[in-house]
């Protein structure tokens, strides 16, 4: 039976429960549903972000400079850290339940039998959402991977692929080219088509070549010089100088950034309203979670690193802080990541590492992830249960002034902000 009218709770529930497979790389039925729909597309352009890491700091990037113009956005993005409306922003405000709870109605209402996945329910839904809001530009990131990613029955003006790194390797594949192959699914022909790391894999040059786009990327159409204190960026028709360092200053970061001034300056370069603009937007536009500070007795860094490339640029970040004397790792990880990895960039950093048990079926028990550092030769291990005991742990174990780092999934990092009080 359908859900009717319940809470967006229950609605979530109902998805989670209706195709309980919690990964489907199928594009038939959200395209058959979509269709019935008939979502009309923006007035103005749409952006897909693909990539490995670097995905929500390049929309949130991409949504305050189209907004700073004046610009309507509807942003779709995931996972989410505290609440599922942060998936859906309409000019910049999460989506209220109402809104959503009538997107899922009418998605229901056209459904008939065809299954969908939680995450296509929540693509759909953004798209009605975003239609109804008369939103005149969407930026959407894509979920895992790209060519079978329900953001792809959506055709792109703009595809950015950030990084190809390893993750996902159960439906993605094994290698970063078969990755690549992957997310390089997301161009089209007649789009604009963008590459935000160096060097760019053989398989998104051949799919651009293939659907006989010209690819920019580092190098082939812009470019940044990371000099210090300030840094450069030049692209076809623009050059900024004088551009500020975000926190935590990695040559990560300034891909993402020169990445999203590239895909702007093709469609409107006006929207890059010189340095100091550039340089405001910068300072602000950063989602939560990603190195995110907190100094109270002790100094929290909050980060999502949940993969290979993502914890070796954590570790680039940490290393633009004062040494800390002390510093504790709160970690919790589902269970296709790799703790070797974590090992391997935080080990020489970390005084101690407090493990615990992300809430979701695919997580690794925290005892385990224990268990196995020891096996890896760490000595100073706690393993605590929930991500709240973890916390608690942490904050009881740590020094004064001490520094915990937490990170390893979202569903680690969501509940330590809200824990924090900060959302």
Not at 281 to 287: D, F, L, Q, V
Not at 333 to 345: H, I, N, P, W
């Amino acid at each position: 039976m359908p859900p009717g009218r319940r809470s967006l709770q229950e609605w979530l529930h109902w998805q989670e429960s209706l195709h309980p497979r919690w990964m489907d790389l199928d594009l038939g039925r959200v395209r058959e549903v979509h269709g019935r729909l008939a979502v009309p597309r923006p007035a103005g352009p749409v952006f897909t972000v693909a990539g490995t890491n670097g995905k929500g700091s390049t929309v949130a990037l991409l949504e305050a400079f189209l907004r700073s113009a004046g610009r309507r956005t509807g942003v779709y993005t995931s996972p989410h850290l505290i609440t599922y409306n942060e998936r859906i922003r309409v000019d910049g405000a999460d989506v209220a339940d109402d809104s959503l709870l009538a997107a899922f109605g009418r998605i229901e209402a056209v459904r008939d039998e065809v299954p969908l996945t939680f995450f296509e329910f929540g693509t759909l839904a953004a798209l009605l959402v975003f239609a109804d809001a008369a939103c005149d530009c969407w930026v959407l990131e894509v979920g895992m991977g790209g060519r079978l990613d329900a953001v792809n029955i959506v055709e792109p003006d703009y595809a950015l692929i950030t990084t190809v790194g390893l993750d996902h390797q159960e439906f993605l594949g094994d290698t970063v080219e078969e990755i690549a192959a992957e997310k390089a699914g997301i161009l089209r022909r007649g789009c604009v088509a963008l590459y935000g790391d160096e060097p760019v894999p053989a398989a998104v040059r051949e799919a651009a070549l293939r659907l006989g786009l010209r690819l920019r990327s580092p190098g082939a159409g812009f470019s940044l010089a990371a000099t210090r204190p300030l840094w450069s960026w030049r692209g076809e028709r623009q050059l900024l100088e004088g551009l500020q360092y975000p926190p935590g200053g990695t040559i990560a970061q300034l891909r993402n950034i020169s990445l999203v001034l590239a895909a702007l300056e093709q469609h409107d370069a006006r929207l890059i309203a010189g340095a100091a603009a550039v340089n405001a937007i910068i300072a602000t536009a950063r989602p939560p979670g990603r190195f995110q500070l907190l100094r109270r007795e002790h100094e929290w860094v909050l980060d999502v690193a949940h993969n290979p490339q993502a914890v070796a640029t954590l570790r680039e970040q940490l290393a633009t802080l004062p040494q800390a004397a002390h510093t504790t790792v709160v970690i919790g990880l589902l269970g296709d990541k790799s703790l070797e990895a974590f090992v391997a960039s935080l080990g020489d950093l970390a005084s101690r590492w407090v493990t615990c048990s992300v809430d979701d079926p695919r997580a690794r028990d925290g005892a385990s992830i224990a268990a196995r550092l020891r096996d890896l030769a760490v000595v100073d291990v706690v393993a605590a249960g929930t991500v709240i005991d973890a916390l608690e742990q942490a904050r009881a174990l740590a020094p004064a002034g001490g520094r915990i780092v937490v990170c390893g999934s979202f569903r680690v990092v969501g509940p330590a902000l809200r824990w924090l009080g900060i959302y």
